[in-house]
């Protein structure tokens, strides 16, 4: 029996993942639970407006866990970590926390310039992961058909 220990290492990070993903996944379960449970105080409560921010901050959130369950989903049937779902995970954090500071009025000028300067930056990442992403798929094409060609 032959030991290999890069057989070791993604057999070991298979199974991180699959408990990471399983994790998640508990967690957009029990935040949709959630979700609905603060539907019902919010037609209770006289803080209409304080109600509204934590139920926007928790479907914001939840955004996030399932672009985060995308990227771990997606490892399991490439055995790669694609750039396009992580980018896309922060992109929602940082609109997340626009959003609530914006609604609560807890913003100021410098921050909004700060936030929208990490997301041209995190937009320009998300376009060139695209495009590379691209490239490498049809560079992978085109070596299948070379391969092809030449078996023939």
Do not use: P, W
């Amino acid at each position: 029996m032959k030991f290999s220990l890069m057989k070791l290492y993604d057999k070991v990070l298979c199974v991180a993942f699959g408990i990471m993903l399983l994790f998640i996944a508990l967690g957009i379960v029990v935040g949709v639970a959630r979700l609905f449970l603060n539907l019902g105080s919010l037609l209770l409560n006289a803080d209409i407006t304080g109600q509204y921010v934590r139920i926007i901050s928790e479907v914001l959130t939840l955004f996030i866990l399932i672009e985060l369950s995308r990227s771990l989903a997606d490892y399991f049937s490439e055995h790669r970590l694609r750039m396009t779902f992580i980018v896309d995970a922060a992109i929602v954090f940082v609109l997340r926390e626009i959003m609530i500071k914006l609604f609560e009025h807890k913003i100021g000028s410098d921050e909004i310039y700060a936030l929208s300067a990490l997301l041209f930056v995190m937009g320009c990442l998300r376009i060139g992961s695209v495009l590379v992403f691209q490239r490498e798929k049809r560079m992978f094409e085109m070596s299948d058909k070379a391969k092809q060609a030449a078996e023939t």
